[in-house]
């Protein structure tokens, strides 16, 4: 199956800093790269889509400046929380899709705790 | 409209019965459907989907009905194990949305042994 994989699972950071999430497609090329939040019990609410070589796409009320994204490759994609705050501590979780197909394989999902 | 319903919003089943999570739709534009299972602290893995040109899939013990006319779609999971304890996401894709989907709010299943 296809595997995706992220990069750190858990992260502690103090607020004011910023913090570099990964997202890698270990076996498949991944054409497109969505970025997810979850909070508890809670489903799953997306960030961002991003396109290799052009800018993301980001969801109405996500803030671009805060939540970079950069989709370097066919196989991997960062985001970045810029001067993280409290509220930002979250569930995050990415995803990719094959070129030319509909799934979307996600990845173990990062915890991202601001202090 | 682009939302998912999903329901319902938690469910208990004794082991070997047979769990029903039911998504309706208004968009007829959505054409993949898929299911995700999700542990805690997990990502969702991807369990199975369907697209509307069929009405039903089945993937060992884990099938998708497909009612187009009355865009509901339903995951019947047979013989449920204490092992499918998790939370089920429905979600759904339109043609022309660059592969965005759209979720549902999740069913917490617990099978009880």
């Known amino acids: 199956g296809a595997v995706v994989s992220q990069h750190p699972s858990r992260v502690i950071c103090k607020s004011g800093t910023s913090v570099k999430i990964e997202c890698r497609s270990l076996?498949?090329?991944?054409?497109?790269m969505f970025w997810y939040r979850q909070f508890p019990k809670q489903s799953l609410m997306l960030m961002a889509t991003s396109n290799e070589g052009s800018k993301a796409t980001y969801e109405q009320g996500v803030e671009k400046d805060k939540f970079l994204i950069n989709h370097a490759s066919l196989t991997l994609s960062t985001l970045t929380v810029t001067s993280a705050h409290p509220e930002d501590s979250s569930f995050y979780i990415c995803?990719?899709?094959?070129?030319?197909?509909?799934?979307?394989?996600f990845g173990p999902g990062t915890r991202l705790t601001v202090t | 409209q682009q939302q998912v319903k999903q329901s319902p919003q938690s469910l208990i089943v004794q082991k070997g019965g047979i769990s029903i999570i039911n998504c309706a739709y208004e968009n007829t534009a959505f054409d993949y459907f898929p299911w995700y299972q999700q542990f805690p602290g997990k990502g969702p893995a991807l369990l199975i989907a369907?697209?509307?040109?069929?009405s039903e899939k089945k993937e060992g013990r884990f099938t998708i009905s497909f009612n187009k006319s009355a865009k509901q779609f339903s995951l019947h999971i047979m013989d449920s194990q204490p092992g499918d304890s998790a939370t089920y996401f429905c979600a759904a894709s339109p043609d022309r949305g660059g592969g965005k989907l759209i979720f549902g709010q999740g069913t917490e299943l617990s099978v009880k042994p």
């Open positions: 369907i697209r509307p040109d069929v």
């Open positions: 995803s990719a899709s094959p070129a030319g197909g509909y799934e979307q394989y």
């Open positions: 076996d498949f090329q991944a054409t497109t």
